[in-house]
């Protein structure tokens, strides 16, 4: 029978880079604002769902197996890419950009669009601004 591998949950992983890194359950707890057991949980889901050991347990703390630290490579890489992206939609969001068009009669273009269009355009100078007239 084959084993199927479930998905990985992506705060899952951010979980397990913060315990990584903290040493031990209740450091990361800390850390995380959540219960040590929680992020102990977090780690058995992971491992049970990847049929691998990612986590040493001692007494003194946690040490991560060979498969573990390859792990955390890449959870903080795809982390990293994560957060990358949201700071392009944050400063997408800061600043809009790209084209406005904007569809409307001639004397309603003329009076009241373009001076509207050109104070949003001094303010947002990433954008650009259209207005084109229809006979309605």
Not at 48 to 77: F, H, I, P
Request: hydrophobic residues 40%.
């Amino acid at each position: 029978m084959l084993r199927t591998r479930k998905t990985t949950n992506l705060g899952d992983s951010s979980i397990f880079v913060a315990v990584a890194e903290a040493g031990t359950f209740s450091a990361a707890a800390t850390h995380l604002h959540l219960p040590a057991s929680t992020n102990k949980q977090v780690s058995d889901r992971l491992e049970n769902n990847m049929d691998l050991w990612l986590v040493r347990r001692s007494q003194r703390g946690l040490a991560l197996t060979d498969t573990g630290k390859e792990y955390l490579v890449s959870c903080k890489r795809a982390l990293r890419v994560l957060r990358d992206g949201r700071e392009l939609l944050d400063k997408n969001r800061a600043s809009p950009s790209g084209l406005l068009r904007v569809a409307c009669p001639m004397t309603m273009a003329r009076d009241a669009i373009a001076p509207l269009l050109s104070k949003f355009i001094g303010a947002f100078p990433d954008a650009e601004g259209q207005s084109f007239s229809r006979l309605y």
